[in-house]
């Protein structure tokens, strides 16, 4: 790649990880691989909001899939995502071990932005 694709690709990423749901969904798969009825559950949010996010964060190599029986299984594939997350989630006082959707509200990650 050239620096201008370089670049192209950071910005990619970057807009992709800039909505707030597609963080905390990150920062969810960044500690536990999952499937996405449990993400909805554990985000509070709609089964199509989560499988939406998921779809865009998959066609960017963000996160990866795999089927397991009639449930899709999806966890960070993306080692440069794990990296920045986790560095940013942190920077701002947030375990990413904490999935909870009221932990990431509380931290500014507020899904209704």
């Known amino acids: 790649m050239n620096k201008d694709q370089v670049c192209h690709r950071v910005a990619e990423v970057l807009k992709v990880l800039g909505h707030p749901v597609r963080l905390q969904i990150v920062q969810t ?29 998959k066609g960017k190599g963000i996160v990866d899939s795999a089927r397991e029986g009639v449930a899709m299984r999806y966890w960070v594939s993306d080692d440069i995502s794990k990296l920045l997350i ?28």
């Open 29 to 57: 798969l960044l500690t536990n691989e999952s499937c996405v009825k449990n993400l909805w559950s554990c985000l509070e949010l709609s089964q199509a909001t989560v499988s939406q996010h998921l779809s865009v964060l």
């Open 86 to 113: 986790g560095a940013l989630m942190e920077h701002f006082g947030m375990d990413c071990s904490d999935t909870s959707a009221a932990s990431c509200r509380e931290a500014g990650f507020d899904a209704d932005l």
